[in-house]
Nanobody, 118 residues
Framework: QVQLVESGGGLVQAGGSLRLSCAAS????????MAWYRQTPGNQRKIVTH???????YYQDSVKGRFTLSRDSAKNTIYLQMNSLKPEDTAVYYC????????????WGQGTQVTVSS
């Protein structure tokens, strides 16, 4: 099993910044990619960005140039630096980890609320 604990959400004005953290523990050898998803009320969770085991990062078009995903392997933690935030970035953000055999994101954090006011 893998446990994921997020932190860093909050309320910020449009144009501001927040940094989310996700600390992983447990059977870390069983995971490869890690990702950040977000979800708004009444909608499905959608992937925002992910990082591969090799360290390659990928972003959805809506956040390219504004969000940066990074990893501190020594701390088993990934970070999401969010700059130039917009009201449409308001959502619950979830950290996720993908099992390397099952190939799906089946480990999830509890979620952290990000609210961007206009």
């Amino acid at each position: 099993q893998v446990q994921l604990v997020e932190s860093g959400g909050g309320l910020v004005q449009a144009g501001g910044s927040l940094r989310l953290s996700c600390a992983a523990s447990g059977s870390l050898n069983s995971i490869d990619d890690m990702a950040w998803y977000r979800q708004t009320p009444g909608n499905q969770r959608k992937i925002v960005t992910h990082i591969t085991r090799d360290g390659n990062t990928y972003y959805q078009d809506s956040v390219k140039g504004r969000f940066t995903l990074s990893r501190d392997s020594a701390k088993n933690t990934i970070y999401l630096q969010m700059n130039s935030l917009k009201p449409e970035d308001t959502a619950v953000y979830y950290c996720a980890a993908r099992h390397y055999l099952r190939g799906i994101y089946d480990y999830w954090g509890q979620g952290t609320q990000v609210t961007v006011s206009s």
